[in-house]
């Protein structure tokens, strides 16, 4: 666990942390679960994209950015702070034990889940080097999600948290950003599961090329392969139906031989369109199911 007062990021001038930041910082991976589709199209693009929270399909998570918060903060100009605030979600849990994750994406048209794993130096090197050879045009803040309070907890609190952006008048605007975004990472309870570490990347006074922005979307140029991106071929649940309890085994058989056969494709498919090296590519076993078990556990239910 490190402390705000402990600046790990202090050698990047861009790059800064609010709150608690719980990442095992020996061996800094993120772990980003994502459509392939749009891995793809960054990749290809080398660029990484920043969405806005406004896109966020919680509302519960998109209520500090309403009219009457920010302008509460931030005085009448307030509500511009939305045009500026971008974010990505992450997670430090490195861990395949994560069906909820998978879950959450919801798959159209061929499509199929990853899991892309990041070098956090590396990252933050490039995402620094870029604001500095562009007039420090953008900040980055890293936090770590607290999910100490439940729902009816936070909502009950949410006039402290403004307030605790709004008493900071004798501070710089860089301060007040650094509490809004603590205020924003703040989540229920019952999402401990994700462990999840945000980067959000705060727009300052200066002019980007409209190109970036788009779609509620920043988009920063990001050489990947120079990244050392490790892929995770998500789970595939086939559709093969069993009879009866006494062909369970023959049914998980015929099950994996499906999910494996899905999957080799979608690995095949990874790396044929993103140019990743196939000792970088791994597949989800999580739903594995050994015959032998299925067996046992079937037996013992009989008796």
Known sequence: MIEENENPFAQWKHIHFVGKFNLDLAHPKLYRYELFSRLKTMYNKNEIVFPSPILW?????????S?????????????????KIYAICCTGDGTENADAQWNTRKLENGDFCVRYTINLWKLLNR???????NDGCVDF???????EYSQEELMGNQHIQAMNVKKQPDKSLDDKICYLVRAMSYKRRQFKYENEIRIWAVLNE????????KDNMLRIPLDWASLGVNV???PYNSDIKVENADKLNDYNQKKRSKENEVQQKWATEVAQKIKISPNRILCSRIYDVPPWKCSKNLKTKEK
């Open 127 to 133: 995402l620094n080097s870029f604001s500095q050879n």
């Open 57 to 65: 399909k919680d509302l519960f998570e998109q209520r500090l950015l």
């Open 67 to 83: 009219d009457s918060f920010l302008k509460y903060c931030f005085d009448k100009k307030g509500t511009s702070y939305r045009k």
């Open 206 to 213: 200066c002019g980007l090329s409209p190109s970036m922005i």
């Open 232 to 234: 995770l071929v998500g």
């Open 141 to 147: 803040y890293l936090s770590s999600m607290s999910y």
